[in-house]
């Protein structure tokens, strides 16, 4: 099994350059001082979120962050996967498979209701996998967002 790590303000400099990297393959564009003001808060316990280091922790392949946030339609706590990234030179492995079926049940028992994700329309090889890992699209629903 892929081992999990709840990231610590001691991980910043193993999480930055994997986020950076994601950001890089992702087209997001953020400086990493932008990156290192939002990623500490969580590192430092912040009840918004998480972060965990995939494989082991000297040297980790990946990291995934959750968003929590509050739903009444699904009557209760809810989470949003944030980033996921593996590095590319251990993707197709089954790592973001093994994460994304074994951590979604330890939040369930500390009480999360939903997770939600979202999946770019031009990568159908990713919605293939979540949809095998039983994400559902909501055909009548699509993410908005407004920038603040």
Do not use: C
């Not at 089954?94 to 031009?122: F, I, M």
């Amino acid at each position: 099994m892929t081992a999990l790590h709840l990231a610590t303000a001691d991980d910043i400099d193993r999480l930055l350059p994997m986020i950076a990297a994601y950001h890089a393959e992702a087209d997001i564009e953020q400086t990493n001082d932008a990156r290192r003001a939002a990623l500490m808060p969580l590192l430092e316990g912040s009840p918004h979120g998480v972060a965990y280091l995939i494989g082991p922790m000297r040297a980790p392949v990946g990291y995934i962050v959750i968003s929590f946030g509050w739903s009444i339609e699904f009557g209760g706590m809810d989470g949003f996967v944030d980033e996921v990234f593996i590095r590319p030179n251990v993707r197709r492995r089954g790592l973001g498979t093994e994460v994304l079926l074994s951590l979604p049940k330890a939040l369930a028992s500390a009480g999360l209701k939903a997770l939600h994700l979202e999946v770019s329309h031009q990568n159908p090889r990713a919605r293939a996998l979540y949809e095998k890992l039983h994400f559902k699209p909501r055909d009548t629903h699509m993410l908005m967002t407004r920038r603040l």
